[in-house]
């Protein structure tokens, strides 16, 4: 079992920058992917970026692509979210996911959820 915290959201001014961080449970030895999601008011749940386990390969959803990075320290078990250029349509409720080494754009593939942490971004 494998247990996820987000934390970083708050409140950012349009063409601002945040900063998530995705913390996995200790103990977490096995070869996780994660990847961030969102989901905004009145809509399903989308795609931002994933990351494998090594690091070594990132996606990114057409919205993301420019604007965010994603990177990982296996050492403390922690993914980084950094967004920058933020604007009102990214805000949301972002959720952190993890599945085992390969990283998917599919939410249906992850099988390890976090509660999510909201982002508001201000015009």
């Known amino acids: 079992q494998v247990r996820i915290i987000e934390s970083g959201g708050g409140l950012a001014q349009f063409g601002g920058s945040l900063r998530l961080l995705c913390a996995l449970s200790?103990?977490?030895?096995?070869?996780?992917?994660v990847a961030w999601f969102r989901q905004a008011p009145g809509k399903e749940r989308e795609f931002v970026t994933a990351?494998?386990?090594?690091?070594?390969?990132?996606l990114f959803s057409d919205s993301a692509k420019d604007r965010f990075s994603i990177s990982r320290d296996n050492a403390r078990n922690t993914i980084d979210l950094r967004m920058s250029n933020l604007k009102p349509e990214d805000t949301a409720t972002y959720y952190c996911?993890?599945?085992?080494?390969?990283?998917?754009?599919?939410?249906?593939?992850?099988?390890?959820w976090g509660q999510g942490t909201q982002v508001t971004v201000a015009n």
């Open positions: 996911a993890a599945r085992r080494v390969v990283p998917k754009r599919n939410e249906d593939e992850y099988e390890y």
């Open positions: 200790e103990g977490t030895f096995d070869p996780y992917a």
């Open positions: 990351i494998s386990w090594r690091g070594d390969v990132t």
